[in-house]
DNA sequence: ATGAAAGCGCTAACAC
DNA sequence: GTGTTAGCGCTTTCAT
């Protein structure tokens, strides 16, 4: 309707003036923020980082930001942030501090703000999530060290009210049950955070209780390394004494004396899925609520062998 | 002005009612966002996630949120990720990707937006940074070689259009010289990126130059990790054939086999700090550009120990 | 079809 | 001091 040449200098006027289009005054108008809000425990967890990577690259391909926070595992720093996040319009959230039963998530799903889980999933209220295979996973783990012998099994578990812990637990037991291995729920103790420390303090409890065990399934790698140091205070060897396992193969723990035997997930795909799965109820927030499932890889290494005779 | 009881009344109704100030509304009248946009080459390296926790905490307290984007080491990647965060009215920049003679912080400069470097800082332009005191690092590392009694002394530096890497490069020859250890440029080699892959073929370049040497100090912990692989595939040990120093003490590295000699660099703090700075300039844009240095903690592991004889 | 005008929720400037 | 109003930059609706 008006020539080429005057649309041309248009433009070009207006980028020379550098005009930018001013997405707050587009928000204002549209209700929309284009701005996505990710909820993690803790950053330094190396979980973390290659889900953060997964879901800021597949956000900013459909013109979205992240804003991030860590809640610390704290329910009062969690509501506060997630109160921040929903005052500042965000149009989704990707939540990976859920409990199985949580009334943080519940109020934000009330208030209809879209919202998927990422490694973590809950019972009730069909929220849409992405995780791994825990099941399959800690089944993996189990068949590998029944294969080299082992019988008394002990477990570090998460804190049972998040999923993956749950799932690890009672998929364990299930697995154990459906091999013919004996339960001993004595040889099963649940940490608070998954981190170095309480791996370090839950082993430190296992060889306290006195009752035999060849082989520790830990629901996380960082509980596996703090094993390995109550281990060495103790005058025990891993793998000759206890053999270990941990879960999600974080980097450098292929390179620890001795490499440990874990799960591999693919956290970077988590973190695509989940941003992905959050646009689509973003698009539609009726979309129905995907729970997306992952496979996980075990990666078998110095951390476990046949064992040589119960302890302690 | 109106009753107490009545005020009380109107804002208990204005929280029933699910009311929120709107901060796009907010932004779009006064022209600030209240957020800050904050630039990583790649958040799995892992000195990042303890100085995003550090700048988080920080800005969080004084009401601002980050967002978050990865460059990974692409200046076409940086200059999209800085015009969108520009266009999102971003009030600030934390940059931990800048160069020493950086163009595309130059123009934000240029364009005003408050801005503070973290683990870099420019040549020219007098930008307010974040740093550590990597001379004084890298002297700490040859003092403690040297104490050993290692005169051949190799290093892998960093791309030298990163400050870190320039002044760890040059650090390290002022302090040998300082030392009357000669400096043998042909054990000077840089990497392209800080990580496993690049210490690995670093390594490797060193052995194939077939000067003798007895000690690799790395400008980073993820190159010191790539020395051992390279070493271990060569049929070397550290540090019976080669000590290693690293830089920074990212996790793990003290359970490796052997736990490596590093320097401890405060990230969290420096985060703080970063976004302390940031906080200062947004509300004054003409404070003074001031260049933080934070001191550094050389940790003696196993992988540095007396030589044997020179290599290869 | 095209263009004018209203209004998103808030603040700052302005009258009173 | 207190209440009113204009307007931030955009989209959307409504006249034309």
Redesign the interface.
Known sequence: MVSEEIALRVTEAATSL?Y??????Y??RTNR?F?VGVLVP???N?V???I??GI?ITL?AAGY??????SDNDAARERTILD?M????VDGLIVATAHRDDPLVAECLA?ETPLVLINRKMEQGNVPSVVNDDAAGIAAALDHLAALGHTRIAHIAGPLTLSTAHARYHGLIAAMKARGIAVDETLFVCCEIFNVDEGRRCCALLLDRGRPFTAIVAAHDLLA?GC??TLTARGLSCPRDVSITGYNDI???D???PPLTTLRTPLHEMGVEAARCLLERIADAHAPAREIVVATELVVRGSTAAPRAALP
């Open positions: 550098g930018r289009p001013n997405p707050i005054a928000g204002l923020s701005t803790d950053l330094t190396p973390f980082p290659p953060m990577r800021e900013e930001t992240a804003i991030l926070a860590n921040a929903r005052g500042r319009r208030e390394v390995y140091e980097p450098l723990v390179r620890l004396n």
